[in-house]
């Protein structure tokens, strides 16, 4: 498994960005208010992103050694892989919360403080499950050993010539 790397994050990011400013766009030519997201979600966000890394603690703890007890394989790349989720969620929300922001801060009258602060609170939350993700998912990872092969490696591959 590859780390998640920033292109994805970008991308995903720039996503999210994109639809929170065309969903407040359309919503508010079509008559109707903006949407502002439940003062819940920037919650749920930081307690996911808690939750993630305390899934990834003990992982970690097996792969350096520090504990006796053995953890499923299955169990960890389960684990690496929600981090890796996570972080790509985290980077569309908080792209969708840095949208809506941009919409309402480029109106000509001023947004209420409380969907202000729920927007500003989604896209930093985003951001906090992002760098979560991340840890949760370097957390995950194994050290390389000496005597592990690479794939490509030139004295792995097989020579046309037989020998």
Not at 8 to 19: P, Y
């Amino acid at each position: 498994m590859k780390r998640t790397g920033a292109g994805v994050l970008l991308f995903a990011a720039a996503l999210g960005t994109g639809a929170g400013f065309l969903v407040d766009q359309l919503l508010t030519s079509s008559g109707r208010p903006t949407f502002t997201p439940a003062v819940s979600l920037p919650i749920l966000l930081v307690a996911l992103g808690a939750i993630v890394i305390v899934l990834a603690v003990p992982i970690r703890q097996a792969t350096r050694g520090t504990t006796t007890r053995a953890v499923n394989p299955f169990r960890a790349v389960r684990v690496a892989m929600l981090a890796k989720a996570s972080s790509i969620v985290g980077a569309a929300i908080g792209g969708l919360g840095l949208g809506l922001l941009i919409f309402l801060t480029t109106r000509p009258v001023a947004p209420s403080i409380g969907s202000l602060g729920t927007v500003i609170a989604t896209a930093v939350c985003g951001a906090l499950l992002v760098a979560a993700g991340l840890v949760a998912e370097h957390l995950c990872t194994i050290r390389k050993d000496d005597d592990d092969e690479q794939p490509g490696d030139p004295g792995l591959e097989p020579r046309i010539d037989g020998h």
